[in-house]
């Protein structure tokens, strides 16, 4: 299992406010990140990131404007400003990953569950050598901080796009198609969506709403930077199909006859059984 690190670190507490493994390094996994962590610690004022391709999307953009976060990117080559990060990034290393991998991982939700308690319980309770004091309580010391409208937060973390209304009043969205009011034929259009529900799409004009975009051909119900559900493995049958395999070549070399496959095939992959 291959997976990427996204941490949020509170700068004048050092505390771990958000962290977890993703399957992706993309944008996605970026703003899931940091819903989380406003969700539990509240919105931050400035968002200071490195410029790697998740963290330059328009879309973290949106969401920092639509929040009233200050959104502040490390000037490249310039690494002394990410150096508390790497701190973080090292003790994480030797203190969490090698336990966990001396102990064996078997699912990226276990290793972010691990990390979850480790944070909460042992990174963020410890003294910090540099602020003298445990980051939960120096974090603590300047709240309440400030809270997000739950209807304010949702719109923050959607996608916008612009797209032109085509001649026969649709519009275009991850390989699905869109009716909108034919009164915006040709004209320039945001649309405004959930990447987790492509059946629901707001139109703006000019910034002002122009109704709802209708699904009229739908190939994707999620955007695919929205990581899906991995297929369940298959259902063990419990017949040895090699092994049958097996049996037949030994029989089969004896007798110089070919191997008949289709007397082998006796169950289907659901595990139900086929006809000869």
């Known amino acids: 299992m291959r997976a990427r690190l996204f941490l949020i670190v509170d700068d004048h507490s050092r505390l771990l406010v958000d962290g977890r493994f993703f399957a992706h390094e993309n944008a996605r996994a970026c703003q899931d990140l940091l819903r989380r962590a406003i969700t539990r610690r509240g919105v931050p004022d400035v968002l200071y990131a490195d410029n790697g391709a998740p963290f330059s999307s328009t879309w973290l953009a949106r969401t920092c404007a639509v929040l009233g976060i200050r959104l502040v990117h490390s000037r ?26 001396h102990q064996g991982i ?7 569950d691990l990390l979850a308690a480790w944070a909460d319980h042992v990174a963020n309770r410890r003294v910090h050598a540099e602020t003298g004091e445990p980051p939960i309580s120096r974090f603590e010391k300047t709240g309440p901080h400030r809270q997000a409208d739950p ?23 991850e390989g699905n198609s869109y009716a909108v009011d034919p009164a915006l034929t040709g004209r320039r259009v945001e649309l405004r969506y959930d990447p987790e529900d492509l059946t629901r799409i707001d139109v703006l004009l000019d910034g002002k709403p122009a109704g709802a975009a209708i699904p009229f051909v739908t190939r994707r119900h999620v955007h695919r930077a929205v990581p899906q559900a991995a297929r369940p493995d ?16 030994d029989e089969a070399a004896g007798t110089g006859a070919k191997i008949d496959f289709a007397q082998l095939t006796m169950f289907a992959s659901d595990g139900t059984r086929d006809r000869p």
């Open 76 to 101: 490249p080559y310039s690494p002394e400003g990410r150096g508390k990060q790497e701190r973080l990034n090292r003790y994480i290393r030797e203190a969490f990953l090698a336990e966990a991998t």
């Open 106 to 112: 078997e699912s990226l939700d276990q290793l972010n």
């Open 151 to 173: 209807a304010l937060l949702a719109d923050a973390f959607r996608w916008s796009v612009t797209r032109k209304v085509t001649r026969t009043a649709t519009v275009p969205l």
């Open 234 to 249: 298959p259902v063990p049958t419990g017949i040895d199909y090699l092994g049958l395999v097996a049996a037949a070549r």
